[in-house]
């Protein structure tokens, strides 16, 4: 069993994906945090979601989340998720500008369809987020103890 620095740097490269790969992964998890700006500082939001097309659809209330993504700053969606057979995780990141919607006929048959808030509450506008990019990396997960060991920076003797 090895546990020298190459062999942990070779198990531990990262996987650009494309877009393609990212749009797939992002249709198998539905939470993901919604990063937006308030009064000149991040905000972070969990928020369910689902893929409709190339965009992500989220259901909100009024409040600051609604409010900030309405406004005029780019918004960012990040969603992760895990392969347990494989080994490895992934991290996803959506950004672009958001724009509310009318509930129309077609959203709720669509997308509005499936996408149940998960917090109690009037939740009624529905927000898209219209990306300029899409970029996500995968790679396999480290166990735990292999993280740092006590051998990876010995003593030295003095001289």
Not at 2 to 19: C, Q
Not at 142 to 155: E, K, Y
Request: charged fraction near 15%; hydrophobic fraction near 40%.
């Amino acid at each position: 069993m090895g546990n020298n620095a190459s062999e942990r740097s070779a198990s531990t490269a990262v996987e650009v994906l494309d877009a393609s790969a990212c749009w797939d992964l992002l249709r198998v998890v539905s939470v993901g945090h919604l990063a937006v700006l308030v009064d000149g500082h991040p905000e972070i939001f969990p928020v369910n979601y689902k893929v409709d097309h190339q965009s992500v659809v989220f259901r909100t209330g009024a409040g600051t989340k609604l409010q900030a993504a309405a406004g005029p700053a780019a918004v960012a969606l990040e969603a992760d998720g895990t392969d347990q057979e494989q080994g490895t995780a992934w991290s996803v990141q959506v950004k672009g500008h958001a724009e509310v919607l009318d509930p129309s006929p077609d959203l709720m048959t669509g997308v509005g369809l499936t996408l149940f808030p998960w917090q109690a509450g009037h939740k009624d506008q529905f927000v898209r987020i219209i990306p300029t990019a899409v970029s996500g990396r995968r790679f396999t997960v480290t166990p735990p103890l292999t993280w740092w060991s006590h051998l990876d920076n010995p003593p030295r003797g003095l001289a």
